[in-house]
């Protein structure tokens, strides 16, 4: 049995066991409300591959709509590989090694093979630690869970060492980079989570206007794979899915396994290009010319201003993370994920997902949230600073003279970061909640009269949580006894004198600083 995706029902949903294209008609329908065996990690490449499929099939087979019968969607695929009448490149596993399986190209002969036991072992996810996701667990595996450990792997997977020979996607800037899904997708009434079909249709609609006739072609599994040859992204269409390892599935009874190899080239050479391939999730530096890369970094409120608020801009946004005039009139869902990946290994997925109510969909990327946004991290940073000149004058016995010395020092200022990083993270991390509501309430406020409530009492919000903060991290901080007292009382007074300065400009009826 070869496991056929065009026919057989492989893959499971809340909804019931699907085929490939049967899959595609009932998220036309809107049947489907989530995939039960997809890990979290897996969400975003399994999302795109399904759009950028969808997207390649319809405009290939002519259709502007989404097919709402089974049969329809298998045509479409089909049509994608026409020299394949046996559909060898919709297998999951391949009756002949020298034709493609599904996102496994042929092998082209004299490779050194390796066995890959289980799918999560064969799925990108590496970490340093092996805590994230534990990895060769899934000895009972499911062909959908090869399916979308397939899907994970080469369409997102980076540089993996081996002399070289291990290379990653074009869709990042370099090999330890991030193919990064920042986009919007429809929010349904009373939920906060994301609907896998109406994000689906949304976007393969979207890309279906953009995307109109390019007969270049879009499945490079298809394509030979000779050793030291590469592809010319040239030549390929705009959404094309990339394979980017050398994996072939086999089976023993009713046991699967994989086997993997190396390449001497990557699979797509855009290495110029700096992961600046078209992708329409990506956001790219507008001076640079680059995607992308997330690094150790998670999607913080600073990131997501810096990327999405800034002005002048620094990055551009991408075209699925804009409104479209077909999108309906309703609150949307901001959808911000990668993996922060580091040198051979990664620092876990990060996933954010940020509602943005409907008045707020319009303005998201105008200019009113632009001039707004600053004034929101201005306020943050003016309670961190207070909080963190406090604690630091406790650290130095009350002394401002003793700070003043240690601040002008590197190693002194190294220390005094030792017992205020704690703090000033834990007050980032309640900031990081407060911001996107603080935003729309004062996007929401038609004059400076109206903004001024709103933003005293998020002051006020941020100013008891610096409080807290500030008496959480002094039993860490060291301090003679006898100075402590003193020391103690200091930094109490400068807090609340920062908090109250960090107030200094609203209006004495909008503000409360507790003494």
Request: glycine share 8%; with cysteine; net charge positive.
């Amino acid at each position: 049995m070869t496991l056929d995706l065009l026919r057989e029902r492989l893959i499971q949903t809340d909804a019931g066991w699907h085929s490939l294209p049967g899959l595609l008609a009932a998220m036309a329908h809107g049947a489907v409300q989530g995939f039960p065996a997809l890990r979290p990690h897996q969400r975003p490449a399994w999302h795109m591959f399904l759009v950028q499929l969808s997207v390649l099939a319809l405009d290939a087979a002519g259709h502007r709509d989404l097919p709402a019968d089974e049969e329809t969607w298998r045509e479409a695929l089909r049509a994608l590989t026409p020299g394949f009448p046996e559909d060898d490149p919709w297998h999951l596993i391949g009756v002949d090694r020298t034709r493609p399986a599904f996102l496994q190209p042929a092998d082209p002969g004299g490779l050194k093979w390796s066995e890959v036991a289980t799918p999560d072992a064969l799925d990108m996810l590496i970490t340093s630690r092996n805590h994230d996701v534990k990895r060769e667990i899934a000895r009972k595996a499911a062909p959908q869970d090869w399916i979308f450990a397939l899907v994970s792997l080469q369409t997102m997977e980076g540089y993996g060492g081996g002399g070289g020979r291990l290379n990653g996607i074009a869709r990042m800037n370099k090999g330890n980079s991030s193919r990064v899904l920042l986009g919007l997708a429809p929010c349904k009434p009373y939920s906060t989570g994301v609907d896998p079909a109406t994000w689906w249709s949304r976007d393969t609609k979207t890309l279906l206007d953009m995307f109109c006739g390019d007969v270049r072609g879009g499945l490079i599994w298809v394509f030979p794979w000779p050793e030291g040859k590469t592809v010319d992204i040239s030549k390929l269409h705009p959404l094309f899915i990339e394979v980017c390892r050398r994996i072939r599935l086999d089976r023993i009874g009713e046991r699967i396994f994989g086997r993997k190899s190396t390449s001497s080239q990557p699979r797509t050479s855009a290495s110029e290009l700096k992961g600046n391939t078209g992708d329409p999730w990506a956001t790219v530096h507008l001076t640079d010319g680059k995607s992308l890369t997330l690094g150790d970094r998670d999607w913080t409120h600073q990131l997501l201003f810096e990327l999405l608020f800034k002005n002048p801009p620094e990055w551009s946004v991408p075209p699925l993370a804009q409104r479209q005039a077909r999108d309906a009139n309703g609150s949307m869902l901001l959808v911000a994920e990668a993996f922060a990946r580091g040198n051979s290994k990664t620092d876990g997925f990060k996933s954010r997902v940020v509602p943005v109510p409907l008045a707020m969909v319009r303005d998201l990327f105008g200019e009113r949230p632009k001039a707004i946004a600053p004034g929101v991290l201005n306020d943050i940073a003016a309670i961190s600073s207070s909080l963190s000149d406090a604690l630091e004058l406790v650290a130095t016995l009350g002394d401002k003279e003793r700070r003043k010395n240690l601040r002008a020092k590197p190693t002194g200022r190294d220390k005094l970061n030792k017992f205020t990083a704690a703090a000033r993270e834990a007050l980032r991390r309640h900031a990081d909640q407060l911001f996107f509501p603080e935003l729309w309430a004062r996007m929401a406020a038609t004059s400076e009269a109206e903004i001024a409530p709103v933003r005293a009492a998020f002051l006020d919000r941020l100013a008891q949580h610096a409080r807290e903060e500030f008496v959480r991290a002094l039993p860490a901080i060291p301090c003679a006894s006898l100075m402590r007292p003193r020391a103690e009382a200091r930094g109490r007074q400068a807090l609340e004198y920062g908090l109250a300065k960090a107030m200094s400009d609203l209006k004495p009826e909008d503000a409360h600083v507790e003494a």
